[in-house]
């Protein structure tokens, strides 16, 4: 294995520059109105409080797929809104992710003076290479954060998603 390799299966980390306040990205992560607009597309069930439930559902696309009708699921950590979420978070989407062990997610939101956010989501995946493999955009089915963030920005800074549904 490549040094480097064994990280990007452990960690990952991602990092976007948002023109929009922390509320208006703290609403886009955790409201099923705005996630049903970006990435996935998936509409999102969060219990907002330390051992809370996360949910995500299939779309009418990723059922097509046959996908079981939650394709995510997993527990809040911590959540301080509009600054920080921490969760855990398991892929359902096949039966090789199902199989791995939940991962865990933090997102972590910062606002400078100018009105420009900065999205900083680190996503530890030690104990499931399929889910990092899905997640770094190996997956070309699936695109992985780099496409779910990008979406999330565009939606956010325009008004419109960049348009291609999961």
């Given amino acids: 294995m490549l040094a480097g390799t064994q990280d990007l299966l452990t960690t990952q980390v991602h990092r976007i520059f948002i023109r929009a306040t922390p509320e208006e990205i ?57 600054w920080r979420l921490v969760q855990t978070w398991h892929a359902l989407f096949d039966a090789a992710a ?4 939940e991962t865990r997610l933090s997102w972590q939101i910062e606002e400078d003076d100018t009105g420009i956010c900065t999205l900083t989501v680190v996503h530890e995946l030690a104990g499931a290479p399929r889910t990092a493999a899905l997640m770094d955009g190996r997956d070309a089915v699936l695109g992985g954060w780099d496409w779910i963030l990008s979406d ?11 348009g291609r549904a999961w």
């Fill in 26 to 82: 703290w609403d886009a992560l955790t409201r099923p109105g705005w996630t049903q607009k970006y990435g996935y597309r998936a509409a999102v069930q969060y219990d907002l409080r330390p051992g809370g439930l996360y949910l995500a559902f299939a779309t009418g696309a990723t059922r097509l797929r046959e996908a079981r009708d939650v394709i995510m699921d997993g527990e809040v950590v911590i959540a301080e809104p509009p």
């Fill in 98 to 101: 199902t199989a791995e062990s």
């Fill in 152 to 162: 999330l920005k565009t939606l956010l800074e325009t008004g419109r998603p960049l």
